[in-house]
């Protein structure tokens, strides 16, 4: 079952084209990251999803609804972490969090309490008072507190320090572990890379890839480094190598993945002293596209 479904999604605000024929699937139980930079239409696409702007033309099903005529619906069986996060000032953390989980219907107390210990929040505290990362940490607390279907985070972790942020994507781990499926907007590259199973990246409100990370890495390049005892020559004649730099015997290049055999081949005949090479990343693969279309402004 796609716990969502949207297929050819647009949205325009006036002439603006915010999307522009967006298709996405996301399967129970799946992580799935949705990347690109700010203005790219990410949070346009999860304000579709959520009910609150309603699609100029294509559909949007989010657990077999209809994500605008089915929205009170949908949000009994989701919890949904915005980037920024806007809180009553006059109310404790802890109050906001009671709210927020009494309207979903649910009531884990031990749950709440463990959350609260492992993101560090005080929930005694009035909201006017916190920080913008605490009060990300109430949003996040209150979701995975509750019992939901469907996580929908749009830069969840924005304003949390590394070791909270690595809190979060236990706690993502988790909810996938029980069987429930999390939609995860996010900018952070290697947050997106950690966590999900499938990803697509938004360019200009355009769906410009989509795919496991296995298949997305068939697509960039693998960085190698090398150190010869006889200095390389010839690189720039070898189909598959790319930016090639050179610090004293120290040689860094980028290289297609279906052109490293023969890519080693000449390296060997130079009598290899050390050798280092890494998977690409999805930031490789990001920033060559944004790079073959002129630029991510």
Not at 13 to 38: M, R, S, W
Not at 171 to 190: A, Y
Not at 253 to 268: C, F, G, W, Y
Request: charged share 25%.
């Amino acid at each position: 079952m796609n716990v969502i479904q949207v297929e050819k999604l647009s949205k325009t605000f006036g002439h603006v084209t915010a999307l522009d024929g967006v298709d996405l699937k996301v399967q129970a139980g799946e992580v799935y990251g949705y990347i690109g930079p700010n203005g790219a239409g990410k949070t346009t696409t999860i304000r579709v999803l959520l009910g609150i702007l309603k699609a100029s033309a294509g559909s949007a099903k989010v657990l077999g609804q209809d994500a605008w005529t089915d929205a009170v619906d949908i949000h009994r069986r989701i919890a949904y972490v915005p980037g920024e996060v806007n809180l009553w000032p006059d109310l404790t953390g802890g109050e906001v969090i009671d709210l927020f989980l009494k309207l979903r219907g649910s009531d884990n107390r031990n749950r709440r309490e463990e959350l609260l210990q492992r993101f560090d929040l005080d929930p005694r505290k009035k909201c006017g008072t916190y920080s913008k990362g605490n009060r990300q940490k109430v949003a996040l607390v209150a979701a995975f507190a509750s019992d939901a279907d469907l996580y929908i985070l749009d830069e969840p972790s924005s304003g949390l320090d590394p070791l909270l942020e690595k809190v979060f994507q236990d706690c993502v781990r988790e909810v996938k572990e029980e069987g429930k499926s999390v939609f995860l907007s996010s900018h952070i590259l290697s947050e997106v890379e950690r966590l999900c199973d499938k990803v697509s990246i938004i360019r200009q409100g355009k769906i410009i890839e989509t795919g496991t990370l296995s298949e997305l890495r068939h697509l960039t390049r693998i960085s190698v480094g090398v150190q010869t005892r006889v200095p390389i020559v010839g690189l720039h004649d070898v189909s598959g190598v790319h930016d090639i730099q050179k610090e004293g015997d120290w040689v860094s290049i980028q290289v297609d993945t279906e052109r490293l055999p023969d890519v080693m081949k000449h390296l060997s005949q130079f009598e290899i002293l050390r050798l280092e090479s890494g998977p690409p990343t999805l930031e490789d693969l990001f920033l060559r596209h944004y790079r073959s279309t002129g630029g991510a402004s």
